[in-house]
């Protein structure tokens, strides 16, 4: 399957819509989100720099990637949340796969008439 769930980029791995407000005007050189902060591109938390205080921020991801494919580290969106959890989005996509699992017709059961579970069902 894919992850479609992902964000837009552009050939240097940018986003190309802020993915947590919607901002879509960037100068050139931005890294960051000039209207909410978020970064525009999904790097890889890298290394823990205790001397910074912060994480180095390694390498560029696509924008569906949770974790980093050079080094396996979270990615920023993950890490922001900005992605949702891919089991989540695997269990979506395979309902969205068999569109009739559950489907229900209201029409043969009357409410009034909802079993108890824990009663034997009269045949
Ligand atoms: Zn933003
Ligand atoms: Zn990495």
Redesign the pocket.
């Known amino acids: 399957m894919y992850y479609k769930d992902g964000y837009s980029m552009d050939e240097n791995l940018r986003v190309i819509k802020c993915p947590r407000c919607g901002n879509e005007e960037f100068s050139s050189e931005a890294v960051y989100c000039r209207i909410c902060g978020t970064m525009l591109f999904n790097y ?1 938390q ?1 290394e823990w720099n205790d001397y910074r205080q912060e994480w180095s921020w ?2 560029k991801n696509p924008g569906n990637a949770r974790f ?1 494919e ?4 979270p990615t920023y969106f993950g890490m922001e949340k900005l992605l949702l959890d891919w089991e989540d989005v695997k269990v979506n996509s395979e309902e969205d796969a068999f569109p009739d699992f559950n489907e229900f017709d209201g029409d043969i059961f009357d409410e009034t008439a909802a079993v108890d579970e824990d009663e034997e069902i009269p045949f």
């Open positions: 890889c890298g390694e390498h980093c050079i080094c396996g580290k």
